[in-house]
């Protein structure tokens, strides 16, 4: 079996799990809004639904895009791992300070630290926009600062300081002290890496994005 078919596998698996599940619980639980077809999530701004029939995932901004085998398996395994009444603490910290992250602090660094530097170095004003795109909250650090709500009603932030004549940029993020109450822990990674993801795919698709928020605005 080759490395696409396995992830296929084990994705096909946890749709299964899922059409198991109590939806209605899931949806008190979470406090996600649910009707006969779909169980409603929104995740880093976009609005997403899980049909209750196939267990599919789509993004409903953006219908046409395939949602990637991370962003799926946080959704499905959250709902597996999480604690019978998760809430978030409110209080951000680093990740090393996260309980029982710290096996995966390396991945974290280079798929989501040295990647933000990368892609945002000697662009910090495009990096707050792209936070403000997805409702960010500014916050009073570094070059560009922001809170950005990425599971209803659990933040992360997301600092950057640009580079200058003698540092090369350095970015960070925070997350709630309480996440792995939702999530298994190797899936704050995931978080992680959604954060770039997301702030990226805001910038390339954001009349699409500002669209939905505008309309999510008014309801």
């Given at each position: 079996?080759?490395?696409?078919?396995?992830?296929?596998?084990v994705r096909d698996d946890w749709k299964q799990k899922f059409l198991g599940m109590d939806h209605k619980g899931l949806?008190?639980?979470?406090?996600?809004?649910?009707?006969?077809e779909n169980l409603y999530i929104t995740y880093y701004s976009h609005p997403f639904?899980?049909?209750?029939?196939?267990g599919e995932i789509t993004r409903l901004d953006l219908p046409e895009k395939i949602v990637g085998f991370d962003t799926a398996l946080l959704f499905?395994?959250?709902?597996?791992?999480?604690?019978?009444?998760?809430?978030?603490?409110?209080?951000?910290?680093?990740f090393r300070e996260v309980k029982r992250v710290y096996p995966f602090e390396a991945a974290y660094r280079n798929t989501t630290l040295k990647q933000i530097e990368e892609r945002f170095t000697g662009k910090a004003e495009e990096l707050r926009n792209a936070c403000e795109?997805?409702?960010g909250i500014p916050m009073k650090q570094g070059d560009a600062g922001y809170k950005i709500e990425s599971l209803p009603g659990l933040y992360v932030a997301?600092?950057?300081?640009?580079?200058?004549?003698?540092?090369?940029?350095?970015?960070?993020?925070?997350?709630?002290?309480?996440?792995?109450?939702?999530?298994?822990?190797?899936?704050v990674v995931s978080v992680a890496m959604d954060?770039?993801?997301?702030?990226?795919?805001?910038?390339?698709?954001?009349?699409?994005i500002t669209v939905y928020l505008k309309h999510n605005q008014q309801e």
């Open positions: 079996m080759n490395r696409t078919d396995n992830y296929q596998k949806a008190k639980r979470f406090h996600l809004k649910i009707d006969e639904a899980i049909d209750r029939k196939t499905y395994t959250m709902f597996h791992y999480a604690v019978e009444e998760p809430s978030p603490s409110g209080i951000l910290v680093p795109m997805l409702g997301v600092t950057f300081w640009d580079a200058d004549d003698e540092f090369e940029a350095q970015a960070n993020m925070l997350f709630d002290s309480n996440i792995t109450d939702y999530m298994h822990e190797e899936s954060a770039l993801y997301y702030l990226t795919d805001a910038i390339d698709n954001k009349n699409a």
